[in-house]
């Protein structure tokens, strides 16, 4: 009868090659776990270029109606201004007024 039993290089081989495939199991899913984590900071970076993009167009928006409402507020400072000094002149008129019709009343 002949003696099925593999021999002990045999053996050693075997178990070699089960350690080899289990080493290359664990690279292998190292590295599928370092290729997701690559994708995930890719979409994190995409996005956040596509988001400066973005906030620097509000930016440039808010800078632009800033300047807008400063010459606004400068304008409404001058007619500010006039509308007091109008008022000033009407007073004084009116108070011209009121003391000429006093003196010909009496």
Request: aromatic share 6%; with cysteine; hydrophobic share 30%.
């Amino acid at each position: 009868m002949e003696d099925n039993r593999p021999s002990p290089e045999d053996v050693e081989l075997s178990r070699q090659i089960r350690k080899l495939e289990n080493r290359l199991d664990k690279a292998m899913m190292q590295y599928n776990e370092a290729q997701g984590i690559c994708s995930t900071y890719e979409h994190i970076v995409k996005r956040l270029k596509s988001e400066r993009i973005e906030f620097d167009n509000q930016l440039t928006a808010l800078e632009r109606t800033l300047e807008s409402k400063y010459r606004d507020f400068e304008e409404l400072t001058l007619l500010c201004g006039d509308a007091s000094h109008a008022r000033d002149v009407a007073q004084h008129t009116l108070n011209k007024a009121k003391w000429s019709f006093e003196e010909n009343k009496q």
